[in-house]
């Protein structure tokens, strides 16, 4: 979404276009949902905290600086609903790995064979992921996987960039170890198989 | 370079195959309706708000006039004790 279209989007929400909802909605539905489900390892509850997302676009519309950058924004909100649900519930997010194997399985796959070496190096992939502190797990997710740019993640996680910088930088390695310590057998990259 | 500044080549590789899910699209078509008429709701609210101004504006010089009127006679009852008090 480019920013012009998003500025017009703002001012659209901001008069209560039902049109311009539908527009953010189609853009973001599926990623805030990815980014919230792998951050909580929960599918019900990211169902949950995405429907309290969007209220709250809605329900602060009129109140949206005109400037607003609609991505981070919602991003923002969907984390901080995250973090108060784990008070909440006075969650130990570090158990998110127990939950692995509530995802459903993806649908477009070329071959058998490069099914099954995706599918186990996709599960070691989530595996390792479920397995990092959320903090950690957060900041890769907004800017490796949702494309943030790293000042909009800093943002979002309240941090300022030096310090989601070194956040992030610490995370890959947690990840890279984590990936390391999972290999019983050499990583199948997906560009090497052929059927 | 602080010892933090660990770059994994193949993390960013790894994280680009992990696969987009789809979010439940009956529970999204029922967000998508409440979320419309909450829209539909807030657009109603600025005519609310304008008629609702001189309302306000009106309460707002009421209830410091009512609150000072019963410091007075509170004052007043106060002074009238102490008067009576000291015989003056």
Not at chain 1, 123 to 135: D, K, S, T, Y
Not at chain 2, 34 to 42: E, M, N, S, V
Request: charged share 25%; net charge neutral.
């Amino acid at each position: 979404m480019d920013r012009e279209t998003e500025l017009a989007l703002v001012a659209r929400l901001r008069a209560g276009d039902a049109d311009a909802f539908d527009a953010v909605h189609d853009a973001y539905h599926a990623r805030l949902y990815n980014f919230l489900a792998r951050l909580s390892r929960r599918r019900d509850v990211s169902e949950d905290l995405l429907a309290e997302t969007w209220l709250r676009l809605v329900s602060t519309a009129d109140r949206l600086h005109t400037d607003t950058r609609l991505g981070p924004w919602l991003y923002t909100v969907a984390r901080n609903l995250f973090y108060s649900y784990c008070r909440s519930r006075h969650l130990d997010e570090s158990n998110a790995a127990s939950l692995i194997g509530l995802w459903p399985t993806p649908s477009t796959r070329p071959s058998p064979f490069e099914e099954t070496a995706a599918s186990e190096l996709e599960r070691r992939v989530e595996e390792a992921l479920a397995r990092l502190p959320a903090q950690h797990r957060e900041v890769l997710l907004l800017v490796s996987v949702e494309g943030l740019q790293p000042a909009e993640a800093a943002a979002v996680c309240g941090l300022r960039p030096e310090a989601l910088r070194q956040r992030l930088s610490r995370a890959r390695a947690a990840l890279d170890r984590e990936l390391d310590s999972t290999t019983a057998q050499p990583v199948v990259v997906l560009g090497e198989v052929t059927t | 370079m602080n010892p933090h500044d660990v770059w994994s080549d193949h993390v960013p590789d790894a994280l680009s195959i992990l696969s987009t899910h789809e979010p439940d699209p009956i529970r999204a078509a029922e967000i998508r309706t409440r979320c419309h008429a909450a829209l539909r709701k807030g657009a109603r609210r600025p005519s609310l708000v304008v008629a609702a101004i001189p309302d306000a504006g009106w309460r707002r010089a009421l209830a410091p006039a009512i609150v000072g009127s019963l410091c007075a006679v509170y004052l007043f009852e106060v002074l009238s004790r102490a008067l009576r008090l000291y015989r003056l």
